[in-house]
């Protein structure tokens, strides 16, 4: 039998096995008897080769569930955190309390960085805090903005230069990722990390949609 009549037959015999599974119950000496090459070390027999690949994937089953726990628990701690925001908006007496219980919340109970929010309107009592600035929606400098304010989607990653500098000034290089929310009609929020994996393009932002929505509610009761 020639090299390529042995590689056929030993095709066939593979593509039978894999049409009979059970084949090997009828004949266990012969899976004790095959022995599987490894690529460290010597070879294996069969039953022991399947037992370590049971190992293998329940290590990364186990791998698997502490991940989702890990992501569950954070998850349970951003809703407590966002409920809690959301409680201590509620609370506040004016317009200027709200956006500084925002501005703290975001810096203190969400480790923010460098926390920024741009309003479209001023507003009384607030004077001039770092984290402020007042910029009228169809001022040109918020046109790199305009595709953010349109759809109402939190952006998460390195931001363009042009909106990082307008939005952290003389700290923009601290800034290594972003959190963006915009609140049609009142403006944007903004919440830098020095940490390039802290937010980036493709993460989860119900989180960040809750917490803008209620911003935004909050602040509806002082308008008029």
Excluded at 28 to 34: C, G, N, Q, R, W
Excluded at 163 to 177: D, I
Aim: hydrophobic share 45%; with cysteine; net charge negative.
């Amino acid at each position: 039998m020639n090299e390529t009549q042995e590689k056929l037959g030993a095709h066939e015999i593979a593509t039978w096995l894999r049409r009979h599974p059970r084949f090997l119950q009828q004949f266990p000496d012969l899976a004790l008897s095959l022995v599987v090459p490894r690529e460290e070390g010597s070879a294996s027999s069969l039953a022991s080769y399947q037992l370590e690949v049971l190992r293998d994937k329940n290590r990364e089953l186990s791998r698997r569930l502490q991940e989702l726990f890990g992501n569950a628990q954070e998850n349970e701690r951003l809703s407590v955190r966002t409920h809690q925001l959301t409680l201590a908006l509620m609370r506040q007496a004016s317009a200027a309390d709200t956006l500084r219980a925002m501005a703290a919340s975001l810096a203190e109970d969400f480790n923010g960085d460098l926390v920024r929010l741009v309003l479209f309107a001023p507003v009384d009592g607030l004077g001039d805090a770092d984290w402020l600035q007042v910029i009228a929606a169809d001022d040109a400098r918020l046109a790199s903005f305009r595709d953010c304010m349109a759809d109402g989607e939190p952006l998460c990653g390195r931001l363009q230069p042009e909106k990082h500098a307008l939005l952290y000034g003389m700290r923009a290089e601290e800034v290594q990722s972003t959190a963006l929310m915009a609140l049609p009609g009142v403006g944007l929020v903004a919440v830098g990390s020095r940490d390039p994996n802290r937010f980036f393009p493709g993460m989860g932002t119900l989180f960040l949609r809750m917490m803008g929505e209620s911003l935004a509610t909050a602040l509806k009761r002082y308008a008029g």
